[in-house]
């Protein structure tokens, strides 16, 4: 079975910064991508960041100011988020597409306020 552990959410305010980290464990296969997404209430999830083994993604809104990255040895990914803005407040879910199968991790929340 599959787990992701996340960590990292927690009250921030605008322009600050917040690390994001997510490790995956259980599965007998290799890990194909890992990223983050995030919904905000009333809203529907929302890419953020993807990160594969040759490739990065990022959703317009975050680029510039997010850094997805990945520990391969300890199938881990993180999220660095600078310049945070109020309209980043959401709970953000890890992703990753292990085998046949994505798996979700259970959502941090992160919010972004004074």
């Known amino acids: 079975q599959v787990q992701l552990v996340e960590s990292g959410g927690g009250l921030v305010q605008p322009g600050g910064s917040r690390r994001l980290s997510c490790a995956a464990s259980?599965?007998?296969?290799?890990?194909?991508?890992m990223g983050w997404y995030r919904q905000a209430p009333g809203k529907q999830r929302e890419m953020v960041a993807i990160i594969t083994s040759d490739s990065t993604h990022y959703a317009d809104s975050v680029k510039g100011r997010f850094t997805i990255s990945r520990d391969n040895t300890k199938n881990t990914v993180s999220l660095q988020m600078n310049s945070l803005k109020p309209e980043d407040s959401a709970v953000y879910y890890c992703?990753?597409?292990?085998?046949?199968?994505?798996?979700w991790g259970q959502g941090t929340q992160v919010t972004v306020s004074s």
């Open positions: 992703w990753v597409v292990t085998g046949p199968r994505e798996y």
């Open positions: 259980g599965s007998p296969f290799s890990i194909n991508a």
